[in-house]
């Protein structure tokens, strides 16, 4: 290289030439030019990004740094993006940090990662290595920029995938095609109970149960599976690390990477759903079995109101089979009733559960029934209506007995009205409307009338009293008792027979052809004709119901009692009227007078023992019998007919007030008479001397109680002596009596003790009301009516004791 510059030498100019050697220089540029070409062939085709950046701007980026960032490399060299455009705020002190500390020395070269900014202004994840360098002469930063954004994404999703395995509730188990273990979960170890990592490399047959024939027979068929499909499922029996069974549901898959085979298997823990599937099936069972042994009839219809379930009751309450009825449509429904019946099938779609409905329904013959239904709505696994069940009671017969029930408690209750009315009546006619008129007003009854035999030729009926929807019927009658074609009806034949007539039913008995058609039009379908009779029959007593067949034995006994009594009754007021005309009549004399009068009072003393014996012996017995006939129907009743016990509880509770009424209208009309020795003195005369004449000894402790009680009263008391010694005497065999009578606060309380040989006195209270002693009843019932109690204790060979206590009106003393 030569270098010629102009100088004066010793006046004289000159040029001084400089020749300089630049053949190593020529090949260190040579060289520097091709190593240039080199590092451009290199940054250009790099698959990272390059820069150099000097005095805060770009002076080189090769095109994979200006793509990560999505400019052209033109763009960021000439200055129109700087370095810290590229870089997210939050990082861009980190990065200017790093660029300062190699400036300055003070680092030679970083490494790190920072949030980069993209150009459409999407966040990118940059990791930098750069150092300081001189370029042309001045300090820069060259570097190179990875973009691993996307591998950053990658890592997070592993890392995610990961939290998933080790939080997930299902095991998950990988095997390699060696069926050794390689992979498990937490939740896989727990459920077997291993430690983590415990398991790995084992052979995944340590989990079967059972032997290793069949576990290895089951890993066969699963692999083969698995090589055939890539997946499988089903239920497999495992065991634990203590030796516990359990099953667990599995899905196997095939995986294929890096050229191996894997085996991943998910696992959930079914042993207690197989407890619970287990559990429900057993409850199936059983609720099968109960709907099939049910009495009562189930049914079940589809949305569409189609049978899916007819269990036994059901045939035999309808009289279908359960082939000939699934699948179709109910046929129970009576005729006309199909909309009503599509009403209350949705009212339980609706959710609208029935409970106790009383309805009819169709039996297979035609024929209708009472029933009462529950209904529900019915539901799947997933909580979806699929249907309704109905549960069906039989109520026919338990209404039919309650309707009897009532049928039996009115005329009870009429019956007992009757014989109030029978103690108050003074007056034959008003007798006999008032007995009409509680027939049917309290008996519920249609009509009922009275008509008496005349002894003339034609042997007619003559109506004397009626009650009731009659219309002019009674009149137009034209009765007989004769043995006519108009006297073969129920009351001509029943004055002329004697014995209750009854028509079941007037549209078909022949007898009653005469009178159907007015019958008809008075919806009179069941008539009762019941005798009177006295010496012989006088007349009768007929009622009418507005229902076929009202009338059954039963009944027709109950109101046959009540003709009796009325008969009864009727004769007693004729006799009575007797007696007042008979009166009329001896008032002629003074001396007749007093005859007459000493007779009428001795007849009408008898008369009262009479009417009083009467009432006793069959009055009486015959309710008594009847409340323990109906205390035997209320003990028999079903269970499912509990509801009826009241109504028997009532007519029991109506029975016992009519049988109060007649004993104490039985000792009202014949009162015995106490001698006029003052009850203390006539109670001890009465010890003394019935045991003196039976030969007995008497222990006798009494305290003065003449003035505490009324006449009548004392009566009572002295009667209950009396009856009690004259059984000591007849029953007892007993050699001493003991008698105690003390005062004391508002009452004087009685004693009455024997040694006999005693008796049983559940038996002989609890007897047929025609084996129980009169006495001991008399007994009670005069203690009741002084408002006292009475108490009778024995036992065989122990002797009896009759104990009771009658307060006083003068309390204290």
């Given at each position: 290289?030569?270098?010629?510059k ?8 000159r ?27 290199v ?10 950046i ?18 052209q490399?033109?763009?960021m060299?000439?200055g ?14 980190l ?15 970083a ?7 993209h ?8 990791e ?14 060259v ?28 095991g ?19 459920m ?12 995944v ?5 059972g ?9 066969r ?7 055939a ?17 359990f099953?667990?549901?599995a ?40 709907i099939q ?5 189930i049914?079940?219809l ?24 699934l699948?179709?449509?109910l046929?129970t ?10 009403a209350l099938?949705?009212?339980t779609?609706?959710?609208?559960n ?31 209506m699929t249907?309704i ?7 026919t ?8 029930l ?5 005329a ?6 009757c014989?109030q ?5 003074t007056?034959e006619?008003?007798?006999?409307h ?6 049917v ?5 249609r009509m009922?009338w009275v ?35 108009r006297?073969?009806?129920p009351?001509?034949?029943a004055?002329?027979l004697?014995?209750?007539a009854?028509?079941r ?11 159907r058609?007015a019958?008809r ?17 006088f ?11 009202a009338?059954?034995e ?29 009166e009329g ?5 003074e ?18 023992r ?18 323990i ?6 003990d028999?009743l ?49 010890v ?18 003449d ?12 009667r209950?002596f ?10 007892a065999?007993?050699?001493?009596v ?7 606060d508002?009452?004087v309380?009685?004693m009455?003790r ?26 009670n ?16 060979g ?10 006083t ?5």
């Amino acid at each position: 290289e030569v270098d010629l510059k102009p100088i004066r030498l010793r006046g004289r100019d000159r040029v001084l030439a400089v020749l300089r050697d630049i053949d190593r220089r020529k090949r260190a540029e040579e060289a520097m030019q091709e190593s240039e070409a080199r590092y451009r062939v290199v940054t250009e085709g790099s698959l990272a990004g390059v820069y150099i950046i000097r005095d805060g701007g770009f002076v080189y980026v090769n095109p994979t740094m200006a793509q990560i960032f999505g400019y052209q490399p033109e763009e960021m060299i000439s200055g129109a993006v700087a370095p810290r455009d590229l870089i997210h705020p939050e990082d861009l002190p980190l990065v200017r940090s790093n660029i300062r500390r190699r400036l300055s020395g003070e680092l030679e070269a970083a490494h790190y990662t920072f949030r980069g900014l993209h150009r459409d202004g999407a966040v990118i994840h940059c990791e930098s290595f750069g150092r300081a360098v001189e370029y042309q002469g001045r300090p820069a930063i060259v570097g190179t920029l990875l973009d691993f954004t996307e591998r950053r994404r990658a890592a997070e999703a592993l890392q995610t995938q990961t939290r998933v395995l080790e939080n997930m509730a299902e095991g998950v188990v990988m095997t390699e095609e060696d069926e050794r273990i390689v992979f498990t979960n937490p939740a896989f170890c727990a459920m077997f109970g291993y430690q983590p990592g415990e398991l790995i490399g084992q052979p995944v047959t340590v989990l079967n149960d059972g032997s290793a024939e069949e576990s290895a027979g089951i890993a066969r068929d699963i692999i083969e599976q698995l090589r055939a499909t890539g997946f499988w499922s089903g239920e497999v029996r495992n065991r634990r690390k203590d030796g516990t069974s359990f099953h667990t549901y599995a899905r196997v898959s095939a995986l294929e990477t890096a050229g191996k085979k894997y085996w991943i298997a998910v696992q959930e823990d079914i042993t207690e759903r197989k407890h619970a599937e287990e559990a429900l099936q057993e409850a199936n069972t059983r609720l099968r079995t109960l709907i099939q042994a049910s009495p009562l009839a189930i049914i079940a219809l589809d949305l569409k109101g189609r049978v899916t379930s007819w269990n036994p009751a059901a045939e035999r309450m309808f009289g279908w089979r359960q082939e000939e009825v699934l699948g179709r449509d109910l046929p129970t429904i009576p005729p006309g009733q199909e909309q009503a019946a599509q009403a209350l099938d949705q009212q339980t779609l609706e959710g609208v559960n029935l409970l106790g409905l009383e309805l009819r329904r169709q039996r297979r013959d035609g024929s209708l029934i009472d029933i009462r239904l529950s209904t529900s709505s019915l539901y799947d696994g997933a909580g979806v209506m699929t249907g309704i069940m109905g549960i069906i009671e039989d109520i026919t017969e338990p209404k039919r007995l309650g309707e009897r029930l009532r049928q039996v408690s009115r005329a009870l209750k009429a019956i007992t009205e009757c014989h109030q009315a029978l103690i108050r009546a003074t007056d034959e006619r008003e007798l006999l409307h008032e007995v009409c008129r509680i027939i049917v007003e309290v008996g519920g009854y249609r009509m009922a009338w009275v008509g008496y035999a005349e002894p003339d030729a034609h042997k007619s009926v003559r109506p004397v009293a009626q009650t009731g929807f009659d219309a002019g019927y009674v009149e137009k009658l034209n009765l007989t008792w004769a043995d006519k074609a108009r006297g073969r009806g129920p009351v001509g034949a029943a004055i002329r027979l004697g014995e209750p007539a009854v028509v079941r039913d007037t549209l078909t008995d022949r007898n009653f052809d005469l009178w159907r058609d007015a019958a008809r039009q008075r919806n009179f379908r069941s008539v009762l004709g019941l005798p009177l009779i006295g010496a012989a029959p006088f007349g009768a007593l007929c009622i009418y119901a507005g229902e076929p067949n009202a009338f059954d034995e039963e009944e027709i006994n109950l109101l046959l009692g009540l003709a009796n009594d009325l008969a009864y009754g009727i004769m007693a007021l004729r006799g009575r009227a007797e007696q007042r005309r008979a009166e009329g009549a001896l008032k002629e004399s003074e001396q007749e007078l007093r005859q007459l009068t000493s007779q009428l009072l001795s007849i009408q003393e008898k008369e009262r023992r009479r009417v009083a014996r009467e009432l006793h012996d069959e009055l009486g017995q015959a309710l008594t019998v009847l409340k323990i006939n109906l205390v035997a129907i209320e003990d028999n009743l079903a269970p499912d007919q509990q509801h009826l016990k009241a109504n028997c509880e009532h007519m029991l509770s109506y029975i016992d007030t009519v049988i109060e009424n007649v004993r104490r209208l039985s000792w009202d009309l014949s009162p015995s008479s106490l001698e006029d020795l003052g009850l203390s003195a006539a109670l001890g005369y009465l010890v003394d001397e019935i045991c003196r004449n039976h030969h007995m000894q008497s222990a006798v402790v009494m305290e003065e109680i003449d003035h505490l009680f009324p006449s009548e009263i004392q009566i009572n008391i002295y009667r209950i002596f009396q009856e009690s010694l004259t059984n000591v005497v007849k029953h007892a065999r007993a050699s001493l009596v003991a008698v105690n009578v003390t005062r004391e606060d508002g009452k004087v309380s009685f004693m009455i003790r024997d040694n006999g040989r005693g008796f049983n006195v559940k038996q002989v209270m609890d007897g047929k009301v025609a084996k129980r002693s009169l006495g001991l009843t008399a007994m009670n019932e005069r203690a009741l009516m002084a408002r006292g109690s009475l108490r009778i204790s024995s036992r065989r060979g122990q002797g009896t004791t009759v104990a009771f206590a009658i307060p006083t009106d003068k309390r204290g003393e």
